[in-house]
């Protein structure tokens, strides 16, 4: 969310920008996989054509990016990073949302896990994050799937731990030996 500067309160364009790109990226994380975007493309540019895409190009964007973080994140022992690029780059802290992704990624790497991030444009004022973990989404399915540049900071040692059980788990189900007679 964005404060206003001038009060405490919580400015309306804020709260409706943050709405939407939540709302944008819940739709897409759930959307069929069907597309595919490269890793750190400035713009995730989807396979699917606009005539195959029945949204908005925006939209479309989004779900390729978040088919590609989820495949990233199915395919590989580590995150997809899907960020729904707001209005809120360039900043005092990044130039671009590719310098902010690959900030993420170094923070992941810092806790000993790998991660590679997906951009898609939105036309809201802030930037939202998804976290994908294996055949998941971070989250408790109670809309913290979708997360403010604050939360998804904050959420990153959880998130790399439950990559690391995840990893062993299936670590484990490779190395255990079959059943007898199953």
């Known amino acids: 969310m964005v404060m206003d500067p001038k009060s405490t ?14 709302a944008m990226l819940a739709a897409a994380s759930v959307a069929g996989v069907s597309g595919q975007a490269n890793a750190q493309d400035v713009t995730a540019q989807p396979v699917i054509s606009s005539e195959d895409c029945t949204w ?20 590989n ?15 005092a802290h ?8 690959q900030a993420f990624v170094n ?4 806790q000993g896990v790998e991660a590679r991030y997906f951009l898609s444009p939105n036309d ?10 294996g055949h998941l989404i971070h989250g408790q399915h ?5 997360k403010t540049l604050r939360q998804a900071r904050i959420a990153i040692p959880e998130v790399a731990e439950q990559v690391r059980v995840l990893n062993g788990l ?3 189900d490779d190395v255990r030996p079959g059943l007898e007679g199953g």
């Open 9 to 22: 309160a919580l400015s309306r364009r804020g709260i409706i920008g943050a709405f939407a790109g939540t």
């Open 56 to 75: 908005q190009q925006e939209l479309c964007e989004l779900r390729a990016a978040a088919d590609a973080a989820r495949n990233y994140a199915e395919e």
């Open 77 to 91: 022992p580590g995150v997809g990073i899907l960020i729904h690029v707001g209005q809120d780059f360039p900043n």
């Open 94 to 101: 990044f130039e671009n949302a590719a310098q902010f992704g």
């Open 107 to 110: 923070a992941f790497a810092a």
């Open 124 to 133: 809201a004022p802030n930037t939202v994050m998804s976290y994908y973990i």
């Open 142 to 146: 109670n809309g913290t799937e979708v």
């Open 170 to 172: 299936a670590q484990a």
